[in-house]
């Protein structure tokens, strides 16, 4: 018998630590905005941030910025992809890399709200966030160049951001 009321006691113990945390996650941020651009480590700050969410019942909003103003000029070449079909296809994959963070978000039961916004991606996701949000962002980019160092992104929006900004790599 006097286990039982060890274990439980150690249960309520926990319970207890489990819900402060909560509050205190609450007390601190409003909501954890997830930037992604369906690299591999955007997903791996995606389930940080959706653990973070799970834990402690915060709002989620995932975001993808379709670089518009980065697309090279594809004019001129007859065998070259249109500016409006890479248009296309860039939302098409932003909107693809956010249902995935929405899949992942169900399977922990985790609401998320989508936003496809176009732009300079660290500016966008810099509006975004309000003081009080935690932005959960990928070390690197999905660029090549952004691969080798910090990502330019995540480098711009970890220095300019108004709120806290969480680095995964």
Do not use: W
């Not at 697309?71 to 070449?77: H, I, N, T």
């Not at 709200?113 to 935690?134: F, Q, R, T």
């Amino acid at each position: 018998m006097q286990k039982k009321s060890c274990k439980i006691e150690h249960f309520q113990k926990l319970l207890s630590l489990s819900t402060e945390l909560n509050n205190l996650m609450k007390n601190e941020f409003g909501r954890i905005i997830i930037p992604t651009d369906g690299s591999k480590i955007a997903k791996k700050a995606g389930k940080k941030a959706l653990v973070l969410a799970k834990t402690s019942g915060l709002e989620v909003v995932a975001i993808h910025v379709v670089n518009t103003p980065g697309l090279p000029g594809l004019y001129g070449y007859q065998d070259a992809i249109s500016y409006d079909e890479m248009h296309k296809f860039l939302q098409k994959n932003g909107q693809f890399y956010l249902d995935e963070i929405e899949k992942m978000g169900k399977k922990m039961g985790v609401k998320i709200s989508k936003k496809l916004v176009e732009g300079h991606p660290a500016e966008e996701i810099i509006k975004e966030a309000k003081k009080n949000d935690l932005i959960v962002i990928g070390s690197k980019g999905s660029t090549a160049l952004e691969r080798i160092f910090l990502g330019s992104v995540t480098e711009n929006v970890a220095h300019h951001a108004s709120c806290p900004v969480m680095i995964v790599r």
